[in-house]
């Protein structure tokens, strides 16, 4: 079996804590079965492993959400970068692809994709299995998870079964009415779950890579012009014009937890991070992960979130509504996670004679290496908070720990390695402060006793 996980979006619902690079499933606001604190893409990983399932992962994502992922799941799934956002028909493509050119998976084989960020029970993963045998038995063409309504919801997407386990139709978000009537018949919710066996998609990518590129069935040949492939949601494009559906049923918790409402709902405790909140207070959760304290007193249906975008204060209904209001605003990220660490900026300014800096304070985890790099526009002045490591400038290897400085001029090839975790403070200044001023080069670290 192969999962393909679909990791999209930008997660604006949840600002100020999401951000393009830092999508709402990274976000380690749940709990696991210790109480330590986890994301959504980590929870899913982590009920797939329960589930007992033994299958290739890989992650369909856009190159910004790549080093959270690898920080998250290190190198437990591979990853297959988007060239550009283009709906998933062409996301879905693109890992298949991947998975019979570069994976040389057999083409007989099962893939199931689904969005990654969904919240629900270890059983619904369990329920690949059904799936997966379905696929196997040649039933249908595509195999679909059907989630068993709760309620009438105007907000999903509706199977329709003419008898049980086969689809007839879909109805998209219909109103109450039309959704209590729809249950009644037997129709399930639609939770974007779909299984195939590789050699179907296949077919249907050849017909698609005709007029893309040089024709060829090739990873990089799809990638290299993954710009002309259509944009359509995989629903439309494939499920909706295939000769035979099936679906499996999953009765189980299912909840899409993309806004601070209903993503408090399932937090454990109703404060992370530098809190002190009144026992008058009620329904109010408070997520602080600023260096400096939040205190809430008789507050009551309230999120208070507080990061390094901003600072939200919301009723928790009307915080459904907040993506208008910070639509527009920098995109900029101020905090973001590496698979080497992360980082978190403190200060941007801009001055007269159009110099900017940017002061960050990065956490490098022991072990781990940054990149090793040069920058064409800007200088840098790093200073050791805590830890110890090494640094590479220019091929040259230096040793340096708490209290240490070293500045690295632009042009500099450089990285550093951590023995213990470090904490740097770094300064750049420069007319250039934006990450993509970095250009990456190839280094091997010498093994090194003290890691």
């Not at 100020?16 to 380690?28: A, I, M």
């Not at 993506?323 to 941007?348: A, I, Q, T």
Request: proline fraction near 3%; include cysteine.
């Amino acid at each position: 079996m192969n999962i393909v996980l679909l990791s999209g979006g930008s997660g604006k619902r949840l600002w100020p804590l999401s951000n393009e690079v830092r999508s709402k499933q990274f976000l380690k606001l749940l709990s696991d079965e210790q109480g330590n604190h986890e994301s959504m893409v980590q929870r899913v990983y982590r009920q797939i492993v329960q589930a007992g399932i033994e299958a290739k992962i890989v992650v369909a994502t856009s190159a910004t959400q790549v080093e959270a992922i690898r920080g998250q799941l290190q190198n437990d799934v591979d990853i297959v970068v988007e060239p550009e956002r283009r709906n998933t028909f062409p996301a879905i493509l693109l890992a298949a692809v991947y998975l019979e050119t570069q994976k040389k998976v057999d083409p007989d084989e099962t893939v199931i994709v689904l969005p990654v960020d969904p919240f629900v029970d270890v059983a619904y993963f369990e329920t690949f299995k059904e799936m997966d045998a379905k696929v196997q038995e040649g039933s249908a063409d595509i195999v679909l998870m059907g989630i068993k309504p709760s309620y009438p919801s105007e907000k999903y997407g509706y199977i329709i079964q003419k008898e049980q386990g086969i689809v007839t139709g879909f109805k998209e978000k219909p109103d109450a009415t039309t959704a209590a009537n729809l249950i009644e018949s037997g129709a399930l919710w639609n939770g974007g779950v779909f299984a195939f066996r590789l050699r179907y998609l296949m077919q249907i990518a050849d017909e698609h890579l005709k007029q893309v590129g040089n024709g060829k069935r090739d990873f990089w040949n799809v990638v290299k012009n993954y710009a002309q492939l259509k944009k359509n949601s995989f629903d439309y494009e494939v499920v909706e014009q295939a000769d035979s559906l099936a679906v499996v049923l999953y009765n189980g918790s299912w909840k899409d937890i993309g806004t601070w409402n209903t993503l408090t709902e399932e937090m454990e405790k109703e404060s992370i991070g530098d809190v002190i909140m009144g026992e008058d207070c009620i329904n109010t959760h408070v997520i602080n992960e600023l260096s400096i304290p939040v205190v809430a007193l008789g507050t009551k249906d309230l999120v208070i979130a507080a990061g390094q975008d901003g600072i939200l204060v919301s009723d928790k209904h009307k915080s459904s509504y907040i993506k208008p209001y910070v639509e527009n605003l920098s995109n900029r990220p101020m905090y973001e996670e590496r698979r080497w660490g992360e980082y978190k900026v403190y200060d941007y300014s801009q001055y007269s004679d159009g110099t900017r800096s940017i002061t960050k304070h990065i956490t490098i985890n022991a072990g781990c290496a940054q990149e090793y790099e040069v920058h064409r526009y800007k200088d840098e002045v790093i200073t050791v908070a805590n830890g110890s490591g090494e640094l590479v400038i220019d091929g040259c290897l230096i040793k340096f720990s708490c209290g240490d400085t070293i500045s690295i001029k632009r042009g500099q090839k450089h990285g550093i390695r951590a023995f213990q975790d470090m904490q740097l403070i770094s300064v750049q200044i420069g007319e250039d402060i934006t990450e993509e001023d970095a250009e990456t080069f190839n280094w091997h670290w010498q093994e090194d006793k003290s890691l």
